[in-house]
């Protein structure tokens, strides 16, 4: 099966310009997750999706940041405006069902560059 | 707060030794997961951990899970290059499915 699509896999931009990535999940896959990588780090979660219901949005900056997940498929993360600090990774996973204890399955990511 | 920490972060080694990394987190959870990164690539999944006691091999990785210590080890066999590549555990913070990660380890295996 196809594994987690991203686009684009690279962006450079200037700062307070807007930027939008895109997944695209594993068929089937119900729960989708966007996650930031800084450099050196582990990812950390920024949204989680149940089909189209974003059930923890916690550690998203909801200021600059929204995410859509409309279909309950495809899901698009939108950053406005871009900060220098937003330079990193931007990870989306996806797992099948909901329970804890499921495996999730990393896309290549977005690597984001803000100047 | 759910926090996950990993030790060593940075390892070098020579092939064909071994060596361990350890992963200790902080709050109850019987399951933990390691993945593997690869420079500029994405996490793929090495191993699910689900029970006090899990051990599960692949290769020349060994991982395994002590629940009531609240503490992972990932083993490496006789190293090979291929081997080169960060490290991470995860572990679910309650049951949201949200992963907490650890800092990761970054294994340089040299010839």
């Known amino acids: 099966e196809a594994g987690v699509v991203q686009s684009p896999r690279y962006k450079i931009i200037e700062k307070k310009q807007p930027v939008a990535f895109w997944c695209n999940p594993i068929s089937g896959h119900n729960t989708l997750y966007w996650y930031l990588q800084n450099l050196g780090q582990g990812p950390e979660l920024l949204i989680r999706?149940?089909?189209?219901?974003?059930?923890?949005d916690s550690q998203l900056p909801k200021d600059r940041f929204s995410a859509e997940r409309l279909k309950g498929v495809d899901s698009t993360l939108k950053i406005q405006p871009a900060e220098l600090g937003d330079s990193a990774v931007y990870l989306c996973a996806c797992s099948k069902g909901t329970e804890a204890q499921e495996t999730q399955y990393f896309g290549p990511g977005t690597r984001l560059l803000v100047l | 707060e759910l926090k996950v920490e990993q030790n060593p972060l940075f390892l070098s080694m020579q092939e064909g030794k071994n060596y361990t990394i350890y992963c200790n987190y902080s709050?109850?959870?019987?399951?933990l997961y390691w993945y593997r990164q690869d420079p500029g690539k994405s996490l793929e999944s090495l191993f699910v951990?689900?029970?006090?006691?899990a051990v599960k091999q692949e290769g020349r990785l060994m991982a395994s899970l002590d629940t009531k210590a609240r503490l992972s080890t990932l083993h490496i066999t006789a190293a090979v290059h291929d081997l080169s590549a960060t490290y991470f555990c995860a572990v679910p913070s309650g049951n949201t499915g949200k992963l907490i990660f650890g800092q990761g380890t970054t294994l340089q295996v040299k010839p």
């Open positions: 951990l689900l029970s006090n006691g």
């Open positions: 709050t109850t959870s019987d399951r």
């Open positions: 999706y149940e089909n189209e219901e974003a059930v923890d």
